[in-house]
């Protein structure tokens, strides 16, 4: 069956590190992976979008990879702070039209 | 721009009763999804909808109907509640098909069946 799973429920670490996030999937393939943040008591917002055929995007602090081979993504939050604290979805999506979305990872940025 | 705005945030609900929750957005866009969000399950997409007057079942459809009578509005029934329903609903749209356009949600509706 189709599974997404993302790394640890929870991940601390210290402002100024860099961020790892994972989100590995079984049975799928995807066309195009995307990444959300949500904060508590609040809907997802979109953060990147990486088609199949890239390797690499960035925004700003954000590093998104994608590997169809190895069936991951890795999603990086360089120089952490404070306000990158949140739970962090990874979707996949295929040709059909519909995403699904992994479970989340809580990220805990310490000052 | 409001974006995605969803009513009521907040409800309780006995066994067997019924309610509606409403989805309203004002992007102009095509598509529009509902899903719910379980602790340990992520989101699960419940129905969904390609343009005015079509619907569409999703992941888990059983127990919710959904109707799309305009353009900016996606309504979400459940004709009667069960405790499993108990879960926070996310509407959510895009402008084209979701795999290549990111999904705005609304800020949830938080229901609890008795």
């Known amino acids: 069956s189709q599974k997404i799973e993302q790394n640890s429920e929870a991940l601390n670490i210290q402002e100024g590190k860099t961020a790892t996030l994972t989100c590995n999937y079984t049975?799928?393939?995807?066309?195009?992976l995307q990444w959300y943040r949500q904060d508590p008591g609040r809907g997802p917002v979109f953060l990147l979008l990486i088609r199949e055929n890239e390797k690499e995007k960035r925004k700003e602090r954000l590093k998104v990879t994608f590997d169809t081979t190895l069936k991951q993504s890795l999603f990086h939050i360089t120089a952490s702070q404070p306000a990158d604290s949140a739970t962090y979805l990874c979707a996949l999506n295929t040709n059909a039209g519909k995403s699904t979305f992994g479970d989340g990872t809580t990220l805990t940025v310490k000052p | 721009n409001a974006g995605v705005t969803q009513t009521p945030k907040f409800r309780v609900l006995k066994t067997g009763q019924s309610m509606t929750l409403l989805c309203a957005q004002d992007m102009n866009h095509e598509y529009m999804y509902w899903y719910r969000q379980d602790p340990g399950m992520g989101l699960r997409l419940i129905h969904y909808?390609?343009?005015?007057?079509?619907?569409a079942k999703g992941e888990v459809p059983d127990g919710y109907n959904v109707s799309r009578l305009k353009k900016q509005n996606f309504l979400l029934g459940l004709e009667s509640a069960a405790p499993s329903q108990t879960s926070v609903y996310f509407c959510a749209s895009t402008a084209g098909q979701a795999y290549n356009s990111p999904l705005h949600f609304g800020n949830g509706t938080r229901l609890t069946v008795t």
């Open positions: 909808s390609v343009g005015e007057g079509t619907t």
């Open positions: 049975n799928y393939s995807p066309a195009y």
